[in-house]
């Protein structure tokens, strides 16, 4: 599965930006596609995940209630729509992938758990 992660720039505090995942290679088929973002000197976070197959949605508490994350099967895309977007939330976004292995387990929020890494996309967040 190769990703190609896109849609990052420069927002307003307070405004939407739409991130996108596109997945080449194979369709997501039986995969957790899960958005990731690094903020310089701070660790790879989690942000959201969707488990494919089901539909099933996560999200880390920072951005609960703000950001959806969303699949579209035709596309093969999994798109991160963010809102009421703070300046905390400025950082370089990860779209990445990882085989489902055991269905009873929620996605992974551990970012060197999954297998497949899209190259980031910039978000800027203007106060």
């Known amino acids: 599965v190769q990703l190609q992660a896109s849609g990052g720039g420069l927002v307003q505090a307070g405004g939407s930006l739409r991130l996108s995942c596109a997945a080449s290679?194979?369709?997501?088929?039986?995969?957790?596609v899960a958005w990731f973002r690094q903020a310089p000197g701070k660790e790879r976070e989690f942000v959201a995940a969707i488990r494919w197959r089901g539909g099933s949605t996560y999200y880390a508490d920072s951005v609960k209630g703000r950001f959806t994350i969303s699949g579209d099967n035709a596309k093969i895309t999994v798109d991160l729509q963010m809102n009421s977007v703070k300046p905390e939330d400025a950082a370089v976004y990860y779209c990445?992938?990882?085989?489902?292995?055991?269905?009873?387990?929620?996605?992974?929020?551990?970012?060197?758990?999954?297998?497949?890494w899209g190259r980031g996309t910039q978000v800027t967040v203007s106060s």
């Open positions: 990445a992938a990882r085989y489902l292995v055991v269905s009873y387990i929620s996605p992974s929020h551990v970012p060197s758990e999954y297998d497949y």
């Open positions: 290679g194979r369709p997501f088929g039986n995969y957790d």
